[in-house]
């Protein structure tokens, strides 16, 4: 007879271990540790590599108890298990003074010192707004901050592939000082991506910095790099298409109101970056710069460009037009163009005729976001062009502005528009269109 006193193991204490790892991945560390103590098997997946390769630490500027528990319990693990580390990601949250960049500043200095010191198989970092230009940075802390950021890069400078300093806001030989580390030890680095998008600070003519060139020299297989307008220049260009054409795929530039972009760029500049490097592709994010000379003087026929954003914010210029740069300047990118993003405050003008007519053109458009004054019938005629395979669009994204209150008119126009275009929308589309009252 059998003996049934023995306890019936749960299904769980069979599951394989790559299905286990799988199900501490999608748990949080106090979840984790305590998973660990079910049993050994549970522990030893708490030490699996794998579910501690990638880590983000929050650093809020006004820390509730359990907010101060999480950034405690993340420091702890990137400690213990960061060995394994290969993506680490540091989120600054609404700094708001120097007490709060004091302590943001010993806790980074003991972290980065920690993973430095333990040989980290660091390949991808990210530290995004750090705004250093801000007053509530001390010189003292600031400066010291920066020296032990760049101490930490020329220890990674070997296996670092992807840097993303967004927001950093330093001065041109701060930045410099910060990107040569990437290349300490052997005067080159072979990073493959880098994020300096408002890595200067405001105002800086970057373009026509030596210095800027000498250090941007020393990176040999960038794939992606995302900077601002700023820094372009013709000697730039020929650093890139010296040292990274076989790799480069990808230009990311942000050229914004408040940042110099009135230097003079060559299009024979871009045409030899773009005969050397056949896989480059160029996006541009326009943030209040909307003039027609403005645009004519960057967006030059032998730049690659894939993607186009304007922005304007909201802010209204009555001497500002629109319509040149959706008839003449735009359309030069017809056989290119994939991606275009307009958020304008039209209200002096309307652009149905032209927007229409510039998507048509476009031969490989595939995405086409628009907030503006625009009428309704718009967006009938783009959908009937669409339905007519005279345009490829997979993705539209409209906000209609109106400077009527009331728009229920508007939107039961819209209504009628998609159930006359469902079969297509359903079909073929990422569709969103609403109305947006700006009374």
């Not at 990274?244 to 110099?260: E, R």
Request: hydrophobic share 40%; net charge positive.
């Amino acid at each position: 007879m059998e003996d049934s006193s023995e306890p019936e193991q749960s299904s769980w204490a069979h599951l394989p271990d790559v299905c286990l790892r799988h199900v501490f991945h999608w748990l949080d560390d106090r979840d984790r540790s305590q998973a660990a103590l079910v049993c050994k098997k549970w522990r030893w997946a708490m030490y699996s590599p794998s579910l501690w390769r990638r880590r983000t630490i929050k650093f809020y500027g006004r820390p509730s108890r359990a907010r101060t528990l999480e950034l405690q319990s993340a420091l702890w693990y990137v400690k213990k298990f960061g060995k394994y580390l290969e993506h680490l990601e540091i989120r600054l949250l609404n700094p708001y003074n120097t007490a709060f960049t004091q302590k943001f500043h010993m806790t980074m200095r003991g972290l980065l010192s920690h993973l430095g010191r333990y040989k980290c198989r660091l390949v991808s970092l990210s530290i995004k707004y750090l705004e250093l230009d801000r007053l509530i940075w001390k010189n003292a802390v600031r400066a010291q901050f920066i020296r032990n950021l760049a101490t930490f890069l020329k220890r990674m400078s070997k296996q670092l592939d992807y840097l993303n300093l967004k927001g950093a806001r330093v001065t041109l030989e701060e930045g410099c000082e910060l990107l040569n580390s990437l290349s300490y030890l052997t005067n080159v680095s072979f990073i493959s991506e880098i994020n300096i998008e408002d890595f200067f600070s405001f105002h800086l003519p970057v373009y026509s910095s030596t210095l800027f060139h000498q250090t941007m020299s020393k990176f040999h297989s960038l794939v992606i790099l995302t900077f601002n307008y700023n820094c372009i220049s013709d000697e730039l260009l020929d650093i890139l298409r010296e040292h990274s054409a076989h790799s480069l795929c990808t230009l990311n530039i942000k050229c914004h109101i408040h940042d110099p972009h009135g230097q003079v760029v060559w299009g024979m500049s871009w045409a030899n970056l773009a005969k050397r490097a056949p896989k480059l592709n160029v996006n541009f994010f326009f943030e209040r710069v909307m003039k027609h000379d403005h645009l004519a003087r960057i967006l030059l026929v032998e730049i690659p460009v894939r993607s186009i954003s304007l922005r304007s914010c909201y802010f209204s210029d009555p001497d500002w037009t629109m319509r040149p740069t959706l008839t003449n300047l735009l359309p030069a990118y017809w056989r290119v163009l994939q991606k275009l993003t307009l958020e304008l405050n039209n209200d002096h003008e309307l652009l149905d005729d032209e927007l229409l007519q510039l998507v048509l053109s476009c031969k490989r458009l595939l995405f086409l976001k628009v907030w503006a004054f625009l009428s309704v019938t718009f967006m009938e005629r783009l959908l009937q062009n669409r339905a007519e395979r005279k345009c490829i669009l997979t993705t539209i994204e409209v906000r209609i502005y109106t400077a009527q209150r009331e728009t229920s008119e508007e939107d039961q126009l819209l209504c009628d528009i998609y159930r006359k275009f469902k079969y297509l929308i359903d079909s073929e589309l990422n569709y969103f269109v609403i109305t947006c009252s700006m009374a």
